[in-house]
């Protein structure tokens, strides 16, 4: 039976020892850093008190496991793929592409370099939205704008730099999160368990849709994978780690926002954190290091997807300039200067609680389709496919459901347009008979 998430391309040319680069980035810091600092981020500091006041204790706990579990799956599936061959730049593009096709690593890259490039937006915004509770006088627009220049300024010149300053910032995290847990109530808390009695709340899908951003940190270390000096290795473990210590984290601190303020105050004061913590300063700390290294390492990341997506010719030949890199770290300036703009007509546009659903449903959809790729090609049992981190094709499977009813129950229209957007381009993709180099 003829695998259609298979390549055209030829077993032959395929790579299938897995060499580490020496040199490169270990466990802890090329992937497990990236990805709790992007977990532990913008919507743990500034949505996550409007969610518990929203759904309550029991919707949050309920809300983090199932977003957990969708992203454990998933992350089933990236370990099996990341551990079947020798892994470049590109992240989980180069790593689909190469092992399960070039038209089904198109059909996940393109949705990949959007969501990345909204991740800019969401965190400039998270973190304009942090200064202008402090200096009220700002306007959040232009603090917004602003930073998001700053940070592609940064990724231009900086990257290294950004990437060395990730163990300070885990540094304010643990702070932030250490006064948070020593703090006092501020008043006295009537939480419902399953949200507000006394209001209007948001129903439970639209609360999930804004907090799932939250979990899909497991993309920061994956988009690291040309960095790594043992992808096959550092993958897996450093990303269950991070997944782990995230949900430890995530189950905790409902139960602290809870019993230290009011659902109608949990919902209104987005730094409610700041003002229930033992220092609060320290909550500025945590929230504007964790905005600013996870808008750095998206918009390190998105580029550097749509250059690989070009150098393969998976964009139209007119596009195959944002393929150009600079420089002995091949740094793709082109592809960086059209993410910016990406992300500016975001931030100028939308806020936090309109671009984290956009977000989720592109991750959704990313996470859904590479969840159907990896299932599919255990289940028919491949020859080709051989990854050293062996599961099996009903968790894939079952991440791949769970990505969909998700997306089907927050909003059933967005989830026909993102399935039909994907299916378009590996239909385009097969045609055009890609071969991956």
């Avoid at 793709?332 to 059209?338: A, M, Q, W, Y």
Wanted: aromatic share 10%.
């Amino acid at each position: 039976m003829k695998n259609p998430f298979r390549s055209n391309s030829s077993d032959s040319n395929r790579e299938y020892v897995i060499a580490p680069k020496s040199g490169g980035l270990g466990t802890f810091g090329g992937v497990f850093t990236p990805s709790i600092l992007t977990i532990l981020g913008v919507i743990m500091y500034l949505r996550f008190g409007w969610v518990v006041g929203n759904v309550g204790l029991i919707g949050t706990l309920l809300i983090v496991t199932i977003s957990t579990l969708i992203t454990f799956l998933t992350a089933l599936s990236i370990s099996a793929i990341a551990t079947d061959q020798h892994v470049r730049i590109g992240g989980a593009y180069y790593m689909i592409s190469r092992s399960l096709g070039i038209e089904s690593g198109g059909a996940i890259g393109i949705p990949l370099y959007i969501a990345l490039a909204f991740s800019v937006a969401l965190y400039t915004v998270g973190f304009a939205e942090s200064v202008v509770g402090v200096f009220p006088s700002l306007d959040m627009t232009t603090v917004g704008l602003i930073t998001t220049v700053g940070v592609a300024a940064l990724a231009l010149t900086s990257a290294k730099v950004a990437i060395r300053a990730q163990y300070f910032i885990m540094f304010g995290i643990v702070l932030s999160l250490l006064s948070l847990a020593f703090g006092s109530p501020i008043e006295q808390s009537n939480i419902e368990m399953w949200g507000a009695a006394d209001r209007h709340s948001e129903s439970f899908w639209n609360v999930f849709a804004v907090f799932f951003p939250a979990v899909t940190g497991i993309m920061a270390g994956v988009n690291m994978s040309g960095d790594l000096e043992n992808p096959a290795k550092s993958i897996p473990r450093g990303t269950f780690y991070a997944i782990g210590a995230g949900y430890l984290v995530y189950m905790v601190l409902p139960i602290i926002l809870a019993n230290r303020a009011d659902a109608v105050t949990l919902i209104e004061d987005p730094l409610i954190m700041r003002k229930i913590a033992y220092w609060g300063d320290a909550i500025l700390i945590g929230v504007w290091g964790a905005t600013l290294s996870s808008a750095v390492g998206s918009i390190l990341g998105a580029p550097r997807v749509l250059q690989a997506l070009a150098r393969d010719g998976v964009l139209p030949r007119w596009l195959r300039w944002l393929g150009r890199g600079e420089g002995e770290d091949d740094t793709p300036r082109i592809g960086t200067l059209l993410t910016l703009a990406v992300a500016l007509a975001a931030v100028w546009f939308g806020d936090l609680n309109m671009i984290a659903p956009v977000l989720t449903m592109f991750f959704l959809t990313t996470y859904g389709v590479l969840n159907i790729a990896a299932g599919v090609e255990q289940l028919l049992k491949s020859p080709s496919f051989r990854p050293q981190f062996r599961v099996h094709w009903s968790l894939s499977l079952l991440g791949a459901i769970g990505c969909i009813s998700v997306m089907v129950l927050i909003n059933v229209v967005a989830t026909g347009i993102a399935f039909l957007f994907v299916v378009i381009i590996f239909v385009w993709l097969q045609r055009r008979e890609m071969k991956a180099a």
